[in-house]
Structure formats: C-alpha cells, structure tokens
C-alpha cells in the first residue's frame, strides 16, 4: 500500500476529499482530466465546477440539507467554504457565484503543499490503493468501462436536464416583480407571473415543442428532483402549478395581487448580470428554447447566456458493492465517492468526498477509522448508500426521511426537525474527537 493517496476526478466530491486528506498531512495525487478531455456539461478547466445548478440547497435552520452543511462547516469544507465565500442572493437557499466558486477552490488545490493536480485523463482503475473514483456521473467511457469490469456490474443511470440562463440587461422587469415565497428573507428571486390562459398556452407549448431526440438504444430514465419541464407537463397540465410554477406564498409586493403561476428567476452572479431559470430543466431545441420561452411575461426578448440542455449521468449500484467505508467489499482500499455512488445533489457528493478521505487517510496511517453515527445527516446518507435494498436502489438527495431516530415521532414538523438538527450536531461532535483531534474548532 502506498503512503500517498490517489484521487480521480476533481469534482466536488473529489475536490473536497483531496482538501481533507491534505489537511491531515497526506500527500494527495489528484487528477482531472479536464481541460484535457472535455464533458458534455462542463465550460472550464476549473475544479469543482457546477453544472446543473448554482445552488447548493437550503440554508436555513432546521433542513436537512442545512444540517449537511453545518456538519461539513464542523470539518471545514473546502467547498462549503467557498460557497459561503462567493454567494448570491437567493432567499432561503445558498447560492453561489460559479466562476467564483470554482476559481477559489482551485486556487486552493493548486497552491496546498500536500497536492498534486494532474490534468490528464486515466483509463485504468490503479490496482494498488488506496485511491478514491471521483469521476462523478460524466465519467469517461474508457474509465467507466475499467469500473464496471471492477465492481462485475453494469452501470445504472438516468438523465439529468439543466436550465437555461438568460441575460438579466434583456428582461422586461415592468411585468415582473422581485418577492420570495412567504416573505422569507431578502426579496431575491424574479418572479414573472402567469395568468390562468398564459399559464396553459406554455403548458401546451411546452408539451409539443421540439424535443432533442434520445438515440435509438436509450431509455429515458430520469431524476426525479431535476425532471425537465417539459416531461413534467406531460404528466398533467396542472403538474407545473403544484410544482417548479407554484404561485402560493407570492403576492406582488405593491397590490398583493395573487397569480394563477409564476416562473421564478434566481441570481447566476454576484453582479446580478445573469439570471437562471428556477425548475426550468429542459431538452427542448434551442430554437424551441428561444421561441416558448419569450412566451413568460418579461420574458420576450430575453437573450440567452446558456441554452437548457440534457446528458446521461451514471452510477453504480452502491449497497451492491461498497462496505460502509466507502470502499469495495473485493477490492480494499479502492473508494468511491460523489455522485457515481448514487447520491445526488452537489452538497451531498462532498459529503462523500469528505467521508472517503478520512477512512483512506486511517488506512494510510494505520489507525482505526469509525463511520459517522446514524442520526448525523453524514451517517443518514452513508447508511442509504450503502445499505438500501439493492433491488429499489435510486440516486438520493439529504431527507429527514433518511433520519432513523426516535425524535421522527414528534408531530409538529418544525419542533421534530429541530431536535433532530440539535441531537445530529451533538453526534457529530462527539465523533470528530475520536477521528478528527486536534482539528476540531
């Protein structure tokens, strides 16, 4: 076994697992192959970079995806760090600048004692760990073929859609109003609002526009929390009311006037030059992009920064192959971590990163490693990933419903969150000090 640990893929998930280990005095290989080989997704040769969203999910006090984030704070996330850094306004969510993002996290890496970036691209799992896969869903063909000899499995997969961006200089912001649902927090987010005949003109565009074609051996199989909008019409013409297009908690700031929907924008950049469309997953056409999408009130002569597109993200089947760990039950040593391990979200996919790096990190130096307890959000995740029933097994985003504690019991939703919130903190505490010591704050 090598005293040095290997990372491929300088992902979120790969990014923060080589911060870790770095931080804890081991020497870190980490290669991307960016620019090298490019993704169908990614736009720059930056570590970390985001691609679907710019925001990393509720930040506010008792959610689990804030509870996720204050346990990587505890650890003092890399990337976690970076976001609160580079935020933009975006009510009750926490998100961020991405060129800013990405641009600290790599002059992070590149500048830690501990770290090597490499930018070239590897095809071969190496057969000596320990090394961490943190290639995420967009890993290379070559690669991917060398995992799935690996671990003896086929891929899973589904297709994860990302919304357009549009130049926030071409809106119309007379027919729109700035409000967040309920009043929470700062007005940050544009809201463009339907009336009920405006509302069913788009559902209608949305369901015959032209669609980009699956190839011919595809299944569509898509995420559920990032489905585009056009399927999600599909399903209903109400669908997009009760769902990405709800209007409940939003009244015009002047004439509290109530709307039959409303499209929702959020802020792309800390200038507020560009804004992304909220739920807007697509894989309409460009052209079809263009043409249904100036159809939202504000919206008709917007210019597009980015288009909507749709690609293929995989991952293994986790719980068939990976111990508690996070490394292979054949196969010690080798870790997986991020979103190819079936977790979905980019807060979730650190998380991972973070947990991998500090079992390698034991194993290079000989010391016991103990998993994080259940009732953290940590161990929640890491206990679905590795031991749900193999056969119903589905990318998962951070969930109370994860959460297997006596606190679930409590009726008021906001009361039982909270005690949850409080005891997983509490567990985490205790935890660090017996695998984090002289590191904890």
């Known amino acids: ?36 080989k490019p993704t169908p997704a990614h736009k720059t040769d930056h570590c970390a970079e985001l691609v679907c969203s710019n925001s990393l999910g509720n930040n506010q006090s008792p959610s689990a995806p804030y509870l996720l984030k204050e346990e990587l704070r505890k650890f003092n996330s890399l990337v976690i760090d970076a976001g609160d850094t580079h935020a933009v306004p975006a009510g009750a969510a926490l998100a961020v600048d ?11 890496l590149l500048k830690h004692p501990n770290i090597t970036l490499i930018r070239e691209e590897v095809t071969e799992i190496p057969s000596e760990g320990p090394v961490i896969v943190a290639t995420g869903p967009l890993t290379s063909p070559r ?12 891929y899973l997969y589904f297709y994860d859609a990302i919304s357009p961006i549009v130049d926030a200089n071409t809106i119309n912001y007379d027919k729109t109003f700035f409000a967040s649902r309920y009043d929470k927090g700062t007005d940050d987010y544009l809201n463009c609002p339907l009336s009920e005949g405006q509302y069913y003109s788009l559902v209608n565009e949305l369901k015959n526009g032209e669609k980009v074609p699956f190839k011919s051996f595809e299944k569509p199989i898509y995420f559920e929390g990032c489905m585009p909008v056009e399927e999600l019409a599909m399903r209903g013409d109400k669908t997009l009311a009760f769902g990405p297009l709800k209007p409940v908690g939003l009244l015009h700031p002047e004439t509290r006037e109530k709307f039959y929907a409303i499209v929702q924008l959020r802020h792309e950049n800390k200038e507020g030059t560009a804004f992304n469309l909220v739920g807007f997953q697509t894989k309409l056409t460009y052209p ?3 043409r ?20 293929r993200n995989t991952y293994i089947n986790a719980p068939d192959v990976l111990s508690c760990e996070l490394d292979l039950k054949k196969n010690s040593g080798i870790y997986f971590a991020g979103q190819i391990i079936g977790v979905e979200g980019y807060v979730e996919s650190v998380s991972m990163g973070l947990l991998a790096a500090l079992s390698a990190v034991k194993r290079i130096k000989g010391e016991v490693y103990s998993t994080p307890p259940v009732d953290t ?3 929640s ?13 589905q990318p998962m985003n951070i969930n109370y419903g994860l959460f297997q504690v006596q606190e679930m019991k409590i009726r008021n939703k906001r009361e039982r969150n909270k005690k949850i919130e409080l005891k997983a903190l509490d567990s985490l505490a ?10 904890v704050k």
């Open 143 to 154: 690669l991917s073929e060398s995992i799935s000899r690996l671990i003896g499995q086929e």
């Open 288 to 290: 079809e992009q263009k």
């Open 1 to 36: 076994m090598r005293d040095y640990l290997t990372i491929l893929g300088a992902g979120l998930a790969g990014s923060e697992a080589a911060w870790q280990a770095a931080e804890r005095g081991v020497c870190v290989v980490l290669y991307e192959m960016r620019p090298v």
């Open 377 to 379: 959000a940590l161990g």
């Open 292 to 311: 249904v999408i100036r159809l939202i009130p504000g919206l008709e002569n917007v210019e597009f920064f980015r288009f909507g597109a749709i690609h």
């Open 430 to 439: 205790q935890w660090m000090e017996t695998i984090n010591g002289e590191l």
């Open 381 to 393: 995740l890491l206990k679905y990933v590795t031991e749900t029933r193999r056969q119903s097994f």
């Open 98 to 108: 991405r060129e800013l993002f990405s641009k600290k996290i790599t002059e992070q």
